[in-house]
T-cell receptor, first 113, second 113 residues
């Protein structure tokens, strides 16, 4: 079955690094995503990683994928107050349902000044 | 390039009524997916349309339906509204079937009283 799990809350100081973790269960997942949602807004695609990659870096964002443990993490370097939001991890499966995303429950990131 | 647009942004309906929500994908995108977001159930996949055909459907009752037009715009309809249908309905567009990048609109906030 499909299940994506995330911790609900994370609080960091401005300037520190944030690490948001996610575990998934479907080993056939093709792509894994990180989305950001600010209050009253839709979902913003931050980054994604293909399942045959271990790491992807995009400016302040680093995604690490451990396929063996089915663990995905998002590291935000030099976290700013504007990074405060809910972060969703999502997976999509190979073929047919390639664009059906299964989301985690979201991690509320609070950045303290 | 304009993003995904959804109308209306907010809607209040009464139990038993029906509602139609609209989504215009990013120009050139031909695939549209719909998701429901509630505090209790999180983000759940409703359905996906590509080339005016429903390609995939989530686990929702038949009261939830949708369609896609030749210009890729999509509508979803909910009949016989229930209190539990109160949610943020999000539309996502992607370039074509098999494309892994999905871009979300701001959502329609539906309140059923």
């Amino acid at each position: 079955g499909e299940d994506v799990e995330q911790s609900l809350f994370l609080s960091v100081r401005e300037g520190d690094s944030s690490v948001i973790n996610c575990t998934y269960t479907d080993s056939s997942s093709t792509y894994l995503y990180w989305y950001k949602q600010e209050p009253g807004a839709g979902l913003q695609l931050l980054t994604y990683i293909f399942s045959n990659m271990d790491m992807k870096q995009d400016q302040r964002l680093t995604v690490l994928l451990n396929k063996k443990d089915k663990h995905l993490s998002l590291r935000i370097a030099d976290t700013q107050t504007g990074d405060s939001a809910i972060y969703f991890c999502a997976e999509s499966m190979r073929s047919g349902s390639a664009r059906q995303l299964t989301f985690g429950s979201g991690t509320q990131l609070t950045v303290l000044p | 390039k304009a993003g995904v647009t959804q109308t209306p942004r907010y809607l209040i309906k009464t139990r038993g009524q029906q509602v139609t929500l609209s989504c215009s994908p990013i120009s050139g995108h031909r695939s549209v997916s719909w998701y429901q977001q509630t505090p209790g159930q999180g983000l759940q996949f409703l359905f996906e349309y590509f080339s005016e055909t429903q390609r995939n459907k989530g686990n929702f009752p038949g009261r939830f339906s949708g369609r896609q037009f030749s210009n890729s715009r999509s509508e979803m309809n909910v009949s016989t509204l229930e209190l539990g249908d109160s949610a943020l309905y999000l539309c996502a567009s992607s370039l074509s079937q098999g494309t892994y990048e999905q871009y979300f609109g701001p959502g329609t906030r539906l309140t059923v009283t």
